[in-house]
């Protein structure tokens, strides 16, 4: 990739994260990100039709840096473990951002943010079943109504207990029994 096209994805995460953090996903124009990112409205509009598309590339680019620390692992790891590895990492994401996740999670577009969010976890997990032959003939539905199942509960359990204050304990008790599900 082009190294300006580098420079200014990244100077928009960044100023989309610092706009986020400040208000709510629906009150953020595209000007305002253009503006806090030091580029221009056609820049951005070469790059993504909307605000909402660049929302799902902000979600990649965030599950980007989730997955090099199970990256490593991710051939290795049963499904379960894979699954408990991607719900701490959204879990350390959310309270290293708490007023991102605020804004996103309790505000009116949260139902938008779960939905591309889900997406792309979904996509990551149906290619973690595919690569697992033994999981796959376990189970006799399709990868992706496994994948849908799996990271709609957890986001909406993210969402709950964000929501009810997100104790790290509460985590780390979802963590424990999602490792002991199929046990």
């Given at each position: 990739m082009d190294l300006r096209v580098q420079k200014?994805?990244?100077a928009l995460t960044t100023a989309f994260t610092a706009l986020m953090e400040s208000q709510p996903y629906e009150q953020i124009t595209v000007a305002q990100l253009c503006e806090a990112a030091l580029i221009r409205r056609t820049t951005f509009y070469k790059h993504f039709a909307d605000k909402d598309?660049?929302?799902?590339f902000y979600i990649l680019t965030l599950r980007d840096e989730f997955e090099r620390g199970l990256e490593a692992q991710a051939g290795n790891l049963p499904i379960r473990e894979y699954v408990c590895g991607m719900f701490e990492k959204v879990v350390a994401f959310f309270n290293e951002h708490k007023r991102l996740m605020d804004n996103a999670l309790l505000g009116a577009s949260a139902g938008v943010?779960?939905?591309a969010l889900a997406e792309v976890m979904m996509r990551d997990l149906v290619s973690v079943i595919e690569r697992d032959a033994k999981a796959r003939a376990r189970v006799g539905v399709p990868?992706?109504?496994v994948a849908a199942f799996v990271c709609g509960g957890m986001l909406q359990a993210l969402r709950k207990w964000w929501a009810a204050g997100c104790s790290e304990q509460g985590a780390n008790d979802v963590v424990a029994l999602l490792r002991t599900?199929?046990?």
């Open positions: 200014t994805y990244a598309e660049f929302l799902t943010l779960l939905d990868p992706e109504v599900l199929g046990a």
